[in-house]
Structure formats: C-alpha cells, structure tokens
C-alpha cells in the first residue's frame, strides 16, 4: 500500500496521563498530539502507597482516550481525519481488570464503581508480594519448568499473582469475576465493539513475558498448575485465549459506537495491543543487542536478538524472552528497574514536605500566593539539585544509595527490598543525597547490563527514550560514566506513542513489516554521551561498594 496520504494515531497509556499522536504514516512527522492526566488517579483515589496498593478506574482510560484522539483530529482537520487508517495502544503493564463474561471491568457496573479491587491492578502495585513467593515455590514442584521463559522468577507486578491476590480478599469481586484481562488488550477489545471476552485478542507481549504464555507448551500452562496452586484458580485458563497475537497483526475494525464517538470511519483498523516499552523501543528504533531503555517513573529496557543465534540461552532473573514480543521474527527481552524517575520524585517530595503542610498555613502569604510558590519551588528542586549535584565529583567514600524504592524489578525480581543511603554525616546536603541516588539508579540499570553479559546475550550499545533520557543531561552523562558507553538519545518526545503508530500503519498492510514502518517513520536521534575515562573508573570502584550494600540490604 502507498503511505503517502495514509495517516495513523498512536495511543500510549503510562503511569499519570494518556497521550495520542496523529501521524504521517510516509514519515513518521507528528501532525496533532494530545494529552489527558488521569483526574482519579491525580486525587490519590483508590490508592495506598502505604501498603503499595495503586489502582486505576477505567473510566479514567475511557475519558482520556476519547478526549486524545478527538483534540487531536480537531487539530488536524477533517481532510486528515478522513484519511485515518489505523489506531494502536501500548499500556503500563501488567495492569490487569477482572472482568465479566462481556469483557466490562467489574467496576464499570452497579455495585463495583469504588471498589478499588474491581479497577485495574497498576504495575507498580505490590500486594501481591506473598501471591508471587508461592508461585515461585509451587513451580519447583513441577517437571517442566513454566518460569524459564521469565527470567526464573515470578514477580508481584505480574498477572497470575494479582488476580490470585484479588480473589483471595475480595469476595464480591470473586463471584463476579469471569476473567482477568491485561490493559493493553482491554483498550482494543473496547475500540473494536467486543461484547463477549472469549473473542479478545491477546497480545503475546503481555501474555509472554507476564501470564506465562509459551510456544513450547502450546499456550499457557495447565489448568492443574494454577488449581494446584489454589483452587480459586480453577478455570481461568479456559477463558483466556490459548492463542497470542504480535502487534503486527490487526484486532479488528474501529466498532460503529467508537466510529461515531470519535467522527472516524469502521474501515479504521485497530492493531493488537502491547505494553509501552515494547511499542517504545521500536519507536525508539531499536537495533539488535542494543538496550533500549524507556525511561520515566520506572525503567523498561529492552533487547531484541535473532532467535537462532540466542538459541537456547535461558537469561536469569530478567522479565522474559519471548518470541515476537517487540519486533516479529526477533526474540524479545525485557528487564528494568522498578524505580528511577520514582526514586528522584520521592526526595523532591521529601524536600517539598515543609511547602506543602506549612507554608500552606502561612499568615504572611494568601493562599493563591502561597500555592503558586509552592509549585513554583517545587518544579525547581530537581532541575537545581541536578546543577549543583553535577558540579561534586565522584567521592569513593561519599554518600551511598541503593535504589530499590519500589522493590528490585530486575535482575532477580523481589519485590520486599527497600531502597537505603548510607555514609550520611553533618556535611550531608540534599545535592548530594541526590546524587548518591542518581548513581544508585545508574548502578542498577549497569547491573542489568552486566546480566545479559554475562549469560552470553552481549549488549552492544544504549538507547535512551522517555522524559528522564529527554529532560537531564546531567543523569544521562551520569549513566553513560557508569555504564563506560555512549548512550544515544532518541529524537522523539513520544516514543511510545510513536512505536504505536509505526504498529498501526503496519497492522493497516500500510507497511509489510515493523522494521519497513520503523525505518521510514523513524525520527533519528538527537544527543549522544559518551563516557569520561577518569570518572569511569571512579564510578567501577563505587559500583562494587553499591553491590556489597545492596547485598547487606537484601539479606538484613
């Protein structure tokens, strides 16, 4: 099919707003964007991060998704409307809804609408802790090995253990739950009209590297393993499809409802969902044996690898290896770190603790006064700190931090660490608490590399994607000193929603393959870091205290 004329609109889900992009699908130049904050999740509702519980409304994806895509085709014009060819969707992930036997999350009905366990289980939410230890121990049992294909090690951000965490606490929600489906394939299902879960198209990048999907057990494991492992388990794995379908491929046709919501036609394919890192690393271009990390409030780094020359190298304690998770024909990797952007928003919050709870109260500012320098200060503490912690150079014995603020995603998932600084004393100020956690995020994301190096998958080079790679020159010099490589930064500020876009014009038949789309829809890449020797070496030497300390961490 010819591309020229042919536009195509990217929708990416993250963690605080949904974001869509019209684009040429001849080059990949953005035409019209837009961006939605999720207003409940903005309130904190149905949260509580004491506890680690996070969970989204749909109604917050509903809203978001409409508004997106209608500003953007208002931006665009009605003449760039009428030639939409296709939608895509990447989503956080594993974000899972119970649903009913019509595909409706449960708290989309009567009964349902506050329960926070009846709304999507967002990655990051970690209740599931105890479910995911029991998964681990269980699978010992068995002759096969259903975790080989994980990295080893099944995590609480994941699946099996938040829908086994869900029906163990929630009665209400267990009666009516029919089915547990993954965000990123809800959000297509919905697009398409579907009105019965058994016709959902799963994705084998949600599927693979989070529900235990294999090819070599033609699908997902036994029923026997799950009712094993408790028998509220039993028959899920009868309403979840056997089969999975890479992003390449279309879901469906834009439904009449949706059509006319939007003022698009039904001729509109709508592509098979994936998870957003794995739409952003081929947004990102990515190459083989190349890392390409996505990184915003968490990390996803990805790795695609021809499959005959991975073969049959089993890579430890990483989020998977799935054939066909990022770029058909290529096996996908996945790992990441729990927390980065995360870990620097936590000290900002410790920081901006006295603005927010006492200058609020002030007798000698207004209150509009008062909230406007409160943001205003706010939004400044990273920039500034990062100025200031750039200019302290590397001290071997300096302040120390390990960055598992949300738990250890990978290598090696666990979920019940904690983050820690040491080496504190008088002269500690707050630039260089932050930059010991600048470097503990750099270390963790060096250990990764390490990982795949060492069981045999070499990585090549580095690819930075997403706010924290566009906005601080300062952490991306940081990492590329740590890690003793270049690290390039890609061009595009919407990666995600871009390697969606490039999935949609060749779900349309507009390109035959993603690598045809990615090459011509590329954006290229803008910035490049390269190492300092001398800081290199003195990063090598605080790296081996970082492991020692996050050994002592994780064994205290």
Not at 219 to 246: N, V
Not at 304 to 309: D, S
Not at 508 to 524: F, K, L, N, T
């Amino acid at each position: 099919m010819d591309s020229s004329g042919n536009y195509v609109i990217g929708v990416d889900y993250g963690t605080d707003s949904v974001r869509s992009i019209l684009v040429d699908a001849s080059n990949g130049k953005e035409i019209a964007s837009a961006v939605y904050y999720y207003p409940r999740w903005k309130a904190q509702q149905f949260c509580d991060a004491s506890i680690n519980q996070f969970r989204q409304h749909p109604l917050d994806y509903v809203e978001g998704l409409e508004e997106t895509i209608k500003r953007c085709l208002l931006q665009a014009g009605p003449a760039v409307a009428a030639n939409v060819k296709a939608i895509s969707v990447d989503t956080t992930g594993s974000t899972p809804v119970a649903v009913d036997r019509s595909g409706t999350p449960l708290s989309l009905l009567p009964g349902f609408e506050n329960n926070p366990n009846a709304m999507f289980v967002l990655w990051k939410d970690h209740t599931a802790v105890d479910e995911a230890a029991q998964i681990n121990e269980h699978a010992t049992r068995y002759e096969t090995n259903y975790l080989k294909f994980i990295g080893g090690i099944y995590s609480s951000e994941w699946f099996w253990a938040k829908l086994l965490r869900i029906l163990r606490v929630d009665e209400d929600v267990r009666k009516n739950c029919y089915s547990w489906v993954e965000h990123c394939d809800w959000i297509t299902f919905l697009l398409t009209g579907g009105t019965e879960v058994h016709d959902l198209k799963r994705s084998v990048c949600a599927s693979g590297h989070k529900a235990l999907w294999a090819r070599e057990w033609g699908g997902l494991p036994p029923d026997s393993f799950f009712t094993e492992l408790d028998p509220l388990l039993q028959g899920f794995t009868k309403r979840l499809s056997i089969d999975a379908y890479a992003s390449d491929k279309p879901a469906g046709n834009l439904s009449a409802e949706w059509a006319g919501r939007l003022g698009l036609s039904t001729e509109v394919i709508i592509g098979v969902g994936a998870f957003d890192a794995h739409m952003g690393a081929v947004g990102g271009q990515i190459e083989p044996y190349y890392l390409s990390k996505v990184m915003g409030t968490s990390t996803c780094d990805m790795l695609v690898a021809p499959e005959n020359e991975v073969g049959d190298k089993l890579i430890n304690g990483i989020c998977g290896q799935v054939p066909g998770s990022i770029i058909p024909g290529m096996l996908g990797m996945e790992a990441g770190q729990s927390a980065f952007g995360d870990a620097y928003a936590w000290f900002r919050n410790m920081l901006a603790w006295p603005l927010k709870n006492i200058l609020t109260h002030s007798s000698l500012l207004d209150a509009e006064m008062s909230s406007k320098i409160i943001d205003e200060t706010i939004d400044r503490i990273i920039p500034e700190l990062s100025r200031q912690a750039e200019l302290l150079p590397p001290d071997e014995d300096g302040e120390l931090a390990v960055d598992w603020f949300n738990g250890r995603r990978t290598p090696d998932a666990n979920q019940t660490v904690t983050g820690a600084i040491t080496g504190l004393n008088l002269g500690s100020d707050a630039p260089r608490v932050f930059r010991s956690i600048v470097e503990a995020t750099c270390f963790g994301a060096k250990a990764i590399v390490d990982r795949f190096n060492e069981q045999g998958v070499p990585v090549k080079g580095l690819i930075g994607m997403g706010g924290v790679a566009k906005k601080s020159p300062f952490i991306m010099q940081m990492m590329a000193d740590v890690m003793n490589m270049p690290i390039r930064i890609h061009r595009s500020e919407q990666t995600c929603a871009l390697g969606a876009a490039m999935f949609a014009a060749t779900a349309s038949g507009i390109y035959s393959r993603v690598e045809d789309a990615m090459h011509a829809m590329g954006q290229g890449f803008d910035a490049e870091y390269h190492p300092d020797a001398t800081k290199a070496e003195a990063y090598a030497k605080r790296y081996e205290r970082y492991k020692k300390l996050g050994d002592f961490v994780s064994h205290s």
